[in-house]
């Protein structure tokens, strides 16, 4: 069994216009559909990016 990551980098989460469900992929209906309205158009999120690089200068190592 593959255990899925909830959080951190490369995580994608599905969010319905309409309804406002936020789930995750392997959630959705057979047909790609919201499972709790049906909406057949989806929004694919993605959480925890890239961190943000700081400037390099010669004070932080």
């Known amino acids: 069994m593959r ?3 909830l959080h951190g980098f490369g995580v994608t989460w599905l969010k319905c ?7 995750r992929p392997t959630a959705v209906a057979p047909d790609g ?4 309205c ?3 158009r989806l929004l694919k999120l993605s959480l925890g990016g890239r961190p943000d690089q700081l ?3 010669g004070d932080h190592r």
């Open 33 to 36: 559909a919201c499972p709790r």
């Open 3 to 5: 255990i899925t990551p």
């Open 17 to 23: 216009p309409a309804c406002r469900l936020k789930c």
């Open 38 to 40: 049906g909406e057949p």
């Open 55 to 57: 400037a390099q200068d």
